[in-house]
C-alpha cells in the first residue's frame, strides 16, 4: 500500500492525549447513553435464538452442534439460509453462565456497541487522522449517538449485527496496519477478525469492496493497486464459505420469505423494482429523520407501489443524483465519496436489488450503512468548523460545534427516549402499533403480549379476560391486514379457547391448519383442546402431527407425555418426560411429572430422585409439610 495521503495540522493537540481522550470519551458516551437497557428483557427473536433455543439452553457443550447446522437449527427443524455459529456460541456461553438472566445479556451489548464505536474511531482515525485529529472524533460521536442503533443494542439477539461490525472494523484496522501484505504481523489479526466478523452476520461480507474503496480514496494507489489488499480476505471468506456449505447443504440455503416477512413476494417486473426504490428512499429517510422508529414494517405498513407514486420518484431522483455524486467523487478522491460508497455497498445487500432476502424492511439492517452517513455528516460539519480551509480551530469553530452539540443532543435524546420502548415486548408492541398501525404483526405481537404477558400473571378472572378480549382485539386486527396470517389464526384461537369460546377456537384452529396444515403451534393446541374433552387418542395424533413437523417441539412433548400418562401408558409417559427434560433441563416441571409417574408405577426410589431433583429447581413444588 502505498504512502497515505498527510497534511500536517500544527495546531493539533498532542497526539497521543487526543487518541487516549477521544477512545475514552467515545466508550464512555456510548455506555452512558445504552446503560438503561440492561434492566430490559427478552424481545422479540430472542426467543428463536435464547429463550427457546434448546441447541443453546445447553451452553458450550453444544459448540460442536452451533458450528455444523443452521441458525434457527434449535428453535425449528426447517431449513434455514442463515449460519451464525459465532454468534449462537456467545449465547450459549451467557446462557451457562447466567442462565435466563436478560441483564447480563444486554450488558455484553452494552460493552459490544461501546467496543464497537471504539473500533470505528481508530479506523477512521487511521484514515482522517493525519488530516485532522478532530474529524474521527466527530464521526464517530455521531454514529454513537444515532438512533437507528437502539434496536441493535436492545435486543440481544441483535449481538450479531455488533460482533459483525467491530470485528469487522477490527480487520480493516489490520489492513491498514499491515499494508495489505500476508508478511505483516498484523495479517494474523485481520485473517482471524474477517473470519469471525463473518461468521456472526453475512452482512460483513459487504466490507470486502469497503477495503479496496478505503485504500483508494485515503491514500495516492490507483484503483487496480487497491484491489491488492482485499485479496488477503478472501481466506478467512473461503474458510466461511466451506463451514456454511457444509452446515447449510448449500451456498445459498433455503432463502424462501413468506410474504408477511418480504412484501416484494408479491410484486413483479417493475412492481418490484419501483417498490425496491420506495424501500430504498424510507432507509434514507430514517437515517436522517429518525423520528419515528418501528421493530416491524410488516405487511402491510409498506405497501407494493408503481413508478407513479411519488414515495418512489423522489426516492428515484435522490438515489440518481447520489449515484452521479458517488461517480465524479470517485474521480477525485473526495471523502464524500467515500461516505457515499460506504452507504451504497453496506446497503446494497439488503436493498432486495440484487437478492430477495428475508425481509423487506428493518431499521436494524442500517447499522453498518450509518457509518457512511456518519462519515458525511461529520465531514461536513468538521470542513464548516475549518471555515473550508484544512485546520479546526475552537475558536473558529464554535458555530459548528454548537450545530454538532444540537444533533448529538437530539439523538442522544431520542436515543434513550426509544431505549425506553424496548422494556419489554409489551412495551415494545404497545409503541410499535402506534408507529406502523397498518402491520398485521405489530397487531399480532400487541395481542401475545396481552395474552402471555398481561393475562397469564391475573389470578383474577375478570381481569384475566379483560386482557384476552383486548387480545382478541389485536388478532383481529392481524388477521383483517392479512387474513393468510396463520400465525395470528392460530394465536386468535388461543385466545378464544382461553377465554372458554371453544367453538370459535376450533374454528380459528381450522382455518389455521387450512392456510398450513404443518403449523406446529396450532397442531399442539388443537391436541389441548381434545385432551380437554377427553379424547385422549385423537389428541396424541394431533400432538405426533406436531413433532413430525418438529421433533423438539416441547410443549407438544409435554402434553405427548400427560396424554400416555393419563391413559396409564406410564412407560411412554416417562419416555417423552425425558425427551422433554434432555431440551428443557431446567424445567423443574418435568422432572416432577416424571416423579409423579413413577409414583404411579410403585417404584418409590424412582421417584424420590426425580422428585429431589424437581424440588432443587423449583422449592415451590414441594409438598407444604
Same mark, same amino acid.
Given at each position: 500500500?502505498?504512502?497515505?495521503?498527510?497534511?500536517?495540522?500544527?495546531?493539533?493537540?498532542?497526539?497521543?492525549?487526543?487518541?487516549?481522550?477521544?477512545?475514552?470519551s467515545?466508550?464512555?458516551?456510548?455506555?452512558?447513553?445504552?446503560?438503561?437497557?440492561?434492566?430490559?428483557?427478552?424481545?422479540?427473536?430472542?426467543?428463536?435464538?435464547?429463550?427457546?433455543?434448546?441447541?443453546?439452553?445447553?451452553?458450550?457443550?453444544?459448540?460442536?452442534?452451533?458450528?455444523?447446522?443452521?441458525?434457527?437449527?434449535?428453535?425449528?427443524?426447517?431449513?434455514?439460509?442463515?449460519?451464525?455459529?459465532?454468534?449462537?456460541?456467545?449465547?450459549?456461553?451467557?446462557?451457562?453462565?447466567?442462565?435466563?438472566?436478560?441483564?447480563?445479556?444486554?450488558?455484553?451489548?452494552?460493552?459490544?456497541?461501546?467496543?464497537?464505536?471504539?473500533?470505528?474511531?481508530?479506523?477512521?482515525?487511521?484514515?482522517?487522522?493525519a488530516?485532522?485529529?478532530?474529524?474521527?472524533?466527530?464521526?464517530?460521536?455521531?454514529?454513537?449517538?444515532?438512533?437507528?442503533?437502539?434496536?441493535?443494542?436492545?435486543?440481544?439477539?441483535?449481538?450479531?449485527?455488533?460482533?459483525a461490525s467491530?470485528?469487522? !472494523?477490527?480487520?480493516?484496522?489490520?489492513?491498514?496496519?499491515?499494508r495489505?501484505?500476508?508478511?505483516?504481523?498484523?495479517?494474523?489479526?485481520? %485473517?482471524?477478525?474477517f473470519?469471525?466478523?463473518?461468521?456472526s452476520?453475512?452482512s460483513?461480507?459487504?466490507?470486502?469492496?469497503?477495503?479496496?474503496?478505503?485504500?483508494?480514496f485515503?491514500?495516492?494507489?490507483?484503483?487496480?493497486?487497491?484491489?491488492?489488499?482485499?485479496?488477503?480476505?478472501?481466506?478467512?471468506?473461503?474458510?466461511?464459505?466451506?463451514?456454511?456449505?457444509?452446515?447449510?447443504?448449500?451456498?445459498?440455503?433455503?432463502?424462501?420469505?413468506p410474504?408477511?416477512?418480504n412484501?416484494?413476494?408479491?410484486?413483479?417486473?417493475?412492481?418490484?423494482?419501483?417498490?425496491?426504490?420506495?424501500?430504498?428512499?424510507?432507509?434514507?429517510?430514517?437515517?436522517?429523520?429518525?423520528?419515528?422508529?418501528?421493530?416491524?414494517?410488516? !405487511?402491510?405498513?409498506?405497501?407494493?407501489?408503481?413508478?407513479?407514486?411519488?414515495?418512489?420518484?423522489?426516492?428515484?431522483?435522490?438515489?440518481?443524483?447520489?449515484?452521479?455524486?458517488?461517480?465524479?467523487?470517485?474521480?477525485?478522491?473526495?471523502?464524500?465519496?467515500?461516505?457515499s460508497?460506504?452507504f451504497?455497498?453496506?446497503?446494497?445487500?439488503?436493498?432486495?436489488?440484487?437478492?430477495?432476502?428475508?425481509?423487506?424492511?428493518?431499521?436494524?439492517?442500517?447499522?453498518?450503512?450509518?457509518v457512511?452517513?456518519?462519515?458525511g455528516?461529520?465531514?461536513?460539519?468538521?470542513?464548516?468548523?475549518?471555515k473550508?480551509?484544512?485546520?479546526?480551530?475552537?475558536g473558529?469553530?464554535?458555530?459548528?460545534?454548537?450545530?454538532?452539540?444540537?444533533?448529538?443532543?437530539?439523538?442522544?435524546?431520542?436515543?434513550?427516549?426509544?431505549?425506553?420502548?424496548?422494556?419489554?415486548?409489551?412495551?415494545?408492541?404497545?409503541?410499535?402499533?402506534?408507529?406502523?398501525p397498518n402491520?398485521?404483526?405489530?397487531?399480532?405481537?400487541?395481542?401475545?403480549a396481552?395474552?402471555?404477558?398481561?393475562?397469564? =400473571?391475573?389470578?383474577?378472572n375478570e381481569?384475566?379476560?379483560?386482557w384476552?378480549?383486548?387480545?382478541?382485539?389485536?388478532?383481529?386486527?392481524?388477521?383483517?391486514?392479512?387474513?393468510?396470517?396463520?400465525?395470528?389464526?392460530?394465536?386468535?384461537?388461543?385466545?378464544y379457547?382461553r377465554?372458554?369460546?371453544?367453538?370459535?377456537a =376450533?374454528?380459528?384452529?381450522?382455518?389455521? %391448519?387450512?392456510?398450513?396444515?404443518?403449523h406446529k403451534?396450532?397442531?399442539?393446541?388443537?391436541?389441548?383442546?381434545?385432551f380437554?374433552?377427553?379424547?385422549?387418542?385423537?389428541?396424541?395424533d394431533?400432538?405426533?402431527?406436531?413433532?413430525?413437523?418438529?421433533?423438539?417441539?416441547?410443549?407438544?412433548?409435554?402434553?405427548?407425555?400427560?396424554?400416555y400418562?393419563?391413559?396409564?401408558?406410564?412407560?411412554?409417559?416417562?419416555?417423552?418426560?425425558?425427551?422433554?427434560?434432555?431440551?428443557?433441563?431446567?424445567?423443574?416441571?418435568?422432572?416432577?411429572?416424571?416423579?409423579?409417574?413413577?409414583?404411579?408405577?410403585?417404584?418409590?426410589?424412582?421417584?424420590d430422585?426425580?422428585? =429431589?431433583?424437581?424440588?432443587?429447581?423449583?422449592?415451590?413444588?414441594?409438598?407444604?409439610?
Open positions: 500500500m502505498a504512502r497515505e495521503k498527510k497534511i500536517v495540522n500544527e495546531a493539533a493537540p498532542n497526539k497521543s492525549r487526543w487518541i487516549v481522550t477521544s477512545v475514552l467515545i466508550f464512555l458516551f456510548s455506555l452512558i447513553l445504552n446503560y438503561g437497557t440492561i434492566e430490559h428483557g427478552y424481545v422479540l427473536d430472542d426467543v428463536s435464538a435464547i429463550t427457546e433455543n434448546w441447541v443453546v439452553k445447553k451452553g458450550t457443550e453444544e459448540l460442536p452442534t452451533i458450528w455444523t447446522t443452521n441458525y434457527r437449527h434449535g428453535y425449528w427443524s426447517e431449513a434455514g439460509s442463515l449460519y451464525r455459529p459465532m454468534t449462537l456460541s456467545l449465547f450459549a456461553w451467557e446462557w451457562e453462565h447466567w442462565p435466563d438472566n436478560p441483564g447480563a445479556a444486554h450488558s455484553v451489548n452494552i460493552v459490544l456497541y461501546s467496543l464497537c464505536c471504539v473500533a470505528l474511531f481508530i479506523l477512521l482515525f487511521l484514515w482522517f487522522g488530516k485532522d485529529l478532530w474529524l474521527p472524533w466527530i464521526i464517530s460521536l455521531i454514529f454513537v449517538s444515532h438512533p437507528i442503533h437502539t434496536e441493535v443494542v436492545a435486543n440481544i439477539k441483535s449481538a450479531d449485527e455488533l460482533l467491530l470485528f469487522g !472494523f477490527v480487520a480493516l484496522i489490520g489492513i491498514w496496519k499491515g495489505g501484505k500476508l508478511s505483516s504481523p498484523w495479517m494474523l489479526l485481520t %485473517l482471524s477478525s473470519f469471525v466478523a463473518l461468521a452476520k453475512e460483513a461480507i459487504t466490507l470486502l469492496p469497503i477495503v479496496p474503496l478505503a485504500v483508494y485515503m491514500s495516492d494507489l490507483s484503483w487496480r493497486k487497491s484491489i491488492v489488499p482485499t485479496l488477503t480476505l478472501l481466506l478467512p471468506f473461503a474458510a466461511y464459505l466451506g463451514l456454511r456449505y457444509k452446515a447449510l447443504g448449500s451456498i445459498s440455503g433455503d432463502v424462501t420469505a410474504v408477511i416477512d412484501v416484494l413476494v408479491k410484486a413483479e417486473g417493475l412492481e418490484y423494482l419501483a417498490t425496491v426504490i420506495k424501500l430504498g428512499g424510507l432507509y434514507l429517510w430514517k437515517l436522517f429523520v429518525p423520528l419515528s422508529l418501528s421493530h416491524d414494517y410488516s !405487511f402491510n405498513q409498506i405497501s407494493i407501489s408503481t413508478f407513479g407514486d411519488w414515495q418512489v420518484l423522489i426516492p428515484m431522483v435522490v438515489f440518481g443524483a447520489i449515484f452521479w455524486f458517488s461517480y465524479k467523487a470517485f474521480r477525485s478522491k473526495h471523502v464524500l465519496g467515500l461516505a460508497l460506504f451504497l455497498v453496506t446497503f446494497s445487500l439488503y436493498s432486495n436489488l440484487f437478492l430477495m432476502i428475508g425481509t423487506h424492511f428493518g431499521e436494524r439492517l442500517l447499522f453498518l450503512p450509518s457512511g452517513f456518519a462519515i455528516l461529520g465531514w461536513l460539519i468538521w470542513k464548516w468548523g475549518t473550508f480551509g484544512d485546520r479546526f480551530e475552537v473558529k469553530a464554535l458555530p459548528a460545534l454548537g450545530v454538532l452539540a444540537v444533533i448529538l443532543g437530539l439523538y442522544s435524546f431520542k436515543t434513550a427516549d426509544r431505549n425506553m420502548d424496548w422494556a419489554s415486548e409489551y412495551d415494545l408492541y404497545l409503541a410499535d402499533v402506534e408507529t406502523a402491520s398485521s404483526r405489530t397487531h399480532y405481537r400487541l395481542g401475545m396481552y395474552m402471555k404477558e398481561r393475562a397469564v =400473571l391475573e389470578k383474577n381481569a384475566k379476560n379483560i384476552l378480549r383486548k387480545a382478541v382485539g389485536e388478532l383481529k386486527k392481524a388477521v383483517n391486514i392479512y387474513p393468510g396470517y396463520a400465525d395470528a389464526q392460530g394465536e386468535l384461537g388461543l385466545a379457547q377465554l372458554g369460546y371453544r367453538d370459535l =376450533l374454528e380459528r384452529y381450522n382455518e389455521t %391448519l387450512r392456510l398450513n396444515p404443518n403451534t396450532t397442531l399442539n393446541n388443537m391436541g389441548t383442546v381434545l380437554e374433552q377427553a379424547k385422549f387418542e385423537d389428541a396424541i394431533y400432538f405426533l402431527r406436531a413433532l413430525n413437523k418438529d421433533p423438539n417441539y416441547k410443549d407438544a412433548i409435554g402434553n405427548l407425555a400427560s396424554c400418562g393419563t391413559l396409564g401408558n406410564y412407560p411412554d409417559a416417562i419416555k417423552w418426560f425425558k425427551k422433554a427434560v434432555d431440551i428443557d433441563p431446567r424445567n423443574a416441571s418435568y422432572y416432577y411429572f416424571i416423579g409423579v409417574t413413577y409414583q404411579r408405577m410403585n417404584n418409590q426410589k424412582e421417584a430422585s426425580w422428585l =429431589l431433583q424437581a424440588y432443587t429447581l423449583d422449592p415451590s413444588l414441594r409438598p407444604k409439610p
